[in-house]
């Protein structure tokens, strides 16, 4: 499975949280959990690659925290690694994510390439991935690439498409949500004593 982390974030919090009422940490996900939610019953999961971009210690040393505190939260998950890039300060009041889905869209497909998997689960509304997954359909064939997408309460899922190509959607309800939230506030600093 590959989560484009920033993405899903943004997502949930549009789909479940439209007036933005909820805390920050509505919109966090356990990958491990979603992964397990995604592979069923029937299917196994073999890894779990979760893509994030990393604040600056120097430009935003809370927010750096916090992250570097749920990558090393998400590196103790026995399925998931997480690949992260720095962000991109050239503009300063907004930072943005550089190469991540790059990052993403070349794992996916090499991935595939090596025949690392059988189905690449790709959980993002990115149209920017839509050529990484046309490559792994072309290498791999129908059925071998899946996408997971949210289902707001009004309007429609922005779901990742391709014209011609079969492919499995995984739909998301706030209930589902719920199912692999991760409330953990990576803000607060746990310290030994």
Same mark, same amino acid.
């Given at each position: 499975?590959?989560?484009?982390?920033?993405?899903?974030?943004?997502?949930?919090?549009?789909?479940?949280?439209?007036?933005?009422?909820?805390?920050?940490?509505?919109?966090?996900?356990?990958?491990? @959990?979603?992964?397990? &939610?995604?592979? /069923? +019953?029937?299917? =196994?999961? $073999? %890894?779990?690659?979760?893509?994030?971009? !990393?604040?600056?210690? @120097?430009?935003?040393? &809370?927010?750096? /925290? +916090?992250?570097? =505190?749920? $990558? %090393?939260?998400?590196?103790?998950?026995? !399925?998931?690694?997480?690949?992260?890039?720095?962000?991109?300060?050239?503009?300063?009041?907004?930072?943005?994510?550089?190469?991540?889905?790059?990052? !993403?869209?070349?794992?996916?497909?090499?991935?595939?390439?090596?025949?690392?998997?059988?189905?690449?689960?790709?959980?993002?509304?990115?149209?920017? !991935?839509?050529?990484?997954?046309?490559?792994?359909?072309?290498?791999?064939?129908?059925?071998?690439?899946?996408?997971?997408?949210?289902?707001?309460?009004?309007?429609?899922?922005?779901?990742?498409?391709?014209?011609?190509?079969?492919?499995?959607?995984?739909?998301?309800?706030?209930?589902?949500?719920?199912?692999?939230?991760?409330?953990?506030?990576?803000?607060?600093?746990?310290?030994?004593?």
């Amino acid at each position: 499975m590959f989560i484009d982390y920033q993405n899903v974030y943004k997502r949930v919090r549009g789909a479940f949280d439209p007036t933005g009422v909820q805390p920050a940490t509505f919109g966090q996900i356990h990958p491990e @959990k979603l992964g397990q &939610r995604l592979a /069923g +019953a029937d299917r =196994r999961l $073999v %890894a779990v690659r979760v893509y994030r971009g !990393l604040p600056s210690a @120097k430009h935003d040393p &809370r927010a750096s /925290g +916090a992250a570097d =505190r749920q $990558v %090393a939260a998400w590196r103790k998950l026995s !399925l998931v690694t997480p690949i992260t890039r720095p962000l991109n300060y050239r503009d300063r009041g907004n930072p943005r994510e550089k190469g991540i889905d790059v990052a !993403l869209a070349v794992d996916f497909v090499m991935m595939a390439q090596r025949k690392e998997f059988d189905v690449g689960v790709l959980v993002s509304a990115d149209t920017d !991935l839509l050529p990484a997954l046309e490559a792994v359909l072309g290498l791999l064939g129908d059925g071998s690439c899946e996408v997971g997408c949210w289902i707001p309460q009004e309007g429609h899922a922005q779901v990742l498409r391709l014209r011609e190509r079969s492919m499995r959607v995984h739909g998301f309800y706030e209930a589902d949500y719920r199912g692999f939230e991760d409330t953990t506030d990576y803000n607060v600093s746990r310290r030994r004593r």
